[in-house]
């Protein structure tokens, strides 16, 4: 029932595209070495504060006959972390690059992995604070290797890149950048905290509800976002009451694999429209950025298509994520507001004035947000009244 809709006003062409390459399953991290071999013999290892997860890799590599060098990403890649790397990785001659740790160090990885090879500017290719230009030269080849479930972005095309300069998070994006092989291994998430559990896990449902109400929704990405979100729902709680949960572990690295695909083939909406500005300005982490603004911005979005398009397809959408979400074959929009709510709620989330926000900084955040890509597959175009008062209710 959920392609139904495709038939009536609904657009048939799409593009898919994602990694060359995905293995799924607990374990099959340890493949990591074997499959470095094939893209070459000296590797540059992208990973975070916390090395719990390199010194296996290592072994893995050496056992295939492949070196490597370290470079470390302290917290979420800015410009001038990636210039860093860059300079490592050509410096070290590496001819692939590995990403180990959270979507900030996969996007770390990408962006040196797509720099090392283009000449010039970094700003060269940069979104909205750039010039935005095509990569001239293919990246190394990368090889993600995701320790969270939440960010997807070992399927997706773009690195996130932080400029303090301009207080921003922007995008260098290019299908080019998509990994070569992205391992899933849900036993590499069975460490992190609750509170990074809560985050990256809500950023995963975020980004499994913003595609399929998108205005770039299609049917192949519909299918994935129904079954993330089913698994989300089902395992979301349990992975954060007991990190040791197996199967809940591996349902949110489903889920979170199954966000990355929708996202980079049906776009997001004003949730991460805000996130990246936010983020940017006031040094918070992504995942609870999204999870703060997640049931704002669905309740906004959902009020507005009611008030002015109440015939639009896409508020059906609404009503199905919602029956998603609660399991209720009758379960209303405002239905699933209070499931939002109480999840948020239940998981801890900070509220955006727990990172330095406050009401005199609405109209700089309500601007930057309006001028985020990812505010262009937003179900419809918020007013400024709608987005001030999605910032209060998440404040």
């Given at each position: 029932?959920?392609?139904?809709?495709?038939?009536?006003?609904?657009?048939?062409?799409?593009?898919?595209?994602?990694a060359?390459r995905?293995?799924?399953g607990?374990?099959?991290?340890?493949?990591?070495g074997?499959?470095?071999?094939?893209f070459?013999?000296n590797a540059?290892?992208?990973?975070?504060?916390?090395?719990?997860?390199?010194?296996?890799l290592?072994a893995?590599?050496?056992?295939a006959?492949v070196?490597?060098?370290?470079?470390t990403?302290?917290?979420?890649?800015?410009?001038?972390?990636?210039?860093d790397?860059?300079?490592?990785?050509?410096?070290?001659?590496?001819?692939?690059?590995?990403?180990?740790?959270g979507?900030?160090?996969?996007?770390?990885g990408?962006?040196?992995?797509?720099?090392?090879?283009?000449?010039?500017?970094l700003?060269?290719y940069?979104?909205?604070?750039?010039?935005?230009?095509?990569l001239?030269?293919?990246p190394?080849?990368?090889?993600?290797?995701?320790?969270?479930?939440?960010?997807?972005?070992?399927?997706?095309r773009?690195?996130?890149?932080?400029?303090p300069?301009?207080?921003?998070?922007?995008?260098l994006?290019?299908?080019?950048m998509l990994?070569r092989?992205?391992?899933?291994?849900?036993?590499?998430?069975h460490?992190l905290?609750?509170?990074?559990?809560?985050?990256?896990?809500?950023?995963?449902?975020?980004?499994?509800?913003?595609?399929?109400?998108?205005?770039?929704?299609?049917?192949l990405?519909?299918?994935?976002?129904?079954?993330?979100?089913?698994h989300?729902?089902?395992a979301l709680?349990?992975a954060?009451?007991?990190?040791?949960?197996?199967?809940?572990?591996?349902?949110m690295?489903f889920?979170s694999?199954?966000s990355g695909?929708a996202?980079?083939?049906?776009?997001?909406?004003?949730?991460?429209?805000f996130?990246?500005?936010?983020?940017?300005?006031?040094?918070?982490?992504?995942?609870?950025v999204c999870?703060?603004?997640?049931a704002?911005?669905?309740?906004?979005n959902?009020r507005?298509?009611?008030?002015?398009?109440p015939?639009?397809?896409?508020?059906?959408?609404f009503?199905?994520?919602?029956?998603?979400?609660?399991?209720?074959?009758?379960?209303?929009?405002?239905d699933a507001?209070?499931?939002?709510?109480?999840?948020?709620?239940?998981?801890a989330?900070?509220?955006?004035?727990?990172?330095g926000?406050r009401s005199?900084?609405?109209?700089?955040?309500?601007?930057a947000?309006?001028?985020?890509?990812s505010?262009?597959a937003?179900?419809?175009?918020?007013t400024?009244?709608?987005?001030?008062?999605?910032?209060?209710?998440?404040?």
């Open positions: 029932t959920f392609l139904l809709a495709h038939k009536e006003g609904e657009r048939m062409t799409f593009e898919f595209a994602t060359q995905i293995i799924f607990d374990g099959v991290a340890a493949q990591a074997i499959l470095a071999a094939a070459g013999r540059l290892i992208v990973a975070g504060r916390n090395l719990r997860h390199v010194e296996p290592q893995s590599l050496a056992a006959g070196a490597n060098a370290l470079f990403v302290g917290g979420e890649p800015d410009v001038a972390t990636v210039a790397g860059v300079a490592v990785a050509r410096d070290c001659q590496v001819n692939l690059v590995i990403g180990i740790g979507g900030s160090v996969v996007d770390a990408k962006a040196i992995a797509a720099l090392a090879t283009n000449q010039g500017d700003y060269d940069l979104e909205v604070i750039g010039r935005a230009q095509p001239n030269a293919p190394l080849p990368f090889i993600a290797i995701p320790s969270t479930a939440g960010t997807g972005s070992e399927v997706t773009n690195a996130v890149l932080a400029s300069e301009h207080r921003v998070k922007v995008s994006r290019s299908a080019a990994p092989v992205a391992l899933v291994d849900p036993e590499l998430t460490s905290p609750p509170a990074q559990t809560a985050a990256s896990g809500l950023d995963a449902l975020t980004q499994l509800i913003e595609p399929f109400v998108s205005t770039r929704a299609n049917p990405v519909d299918a994935i976002c129904k079954d993330g979100i089913d989300a729902v089902r709680r349990r954060y009451a007991d990190g040791s949960d197996a199967e809940a572990r591996r349902d690295a889920a694999l199954c695909l996202l980079a083939n049906a776009g997001l909406g004003a949730v991460h429209g996130a990246g500005p936010f983020g940017g300005a006031y040094g918070a982490p992504h995942g609870a999870a703060a603004l997640l704002p911005v669905f309740a906004t959902a507005a298509l009611i008030a002015r398009a015939h639009s397809p896409l508020l059906d959408r009503r199905r994520v919602a029956v998603m979400l609660t399991g209720h074959a009758d379960a209303t929009l405002e507001v209070v499931w939002l709510q109480s999840l948020t709620r239940d998981l989330i900070p509220p955006l004035s727990a990172y926000y005199a900084d609405a109209t700089a955040v309500v601007q947000a309006k001028a985020a890509s505010m262009k937003n179900p419809l175009l918020l400024d009244d709608e987005l001030y008062a999605i910032l209060a209710a998440a404040a």
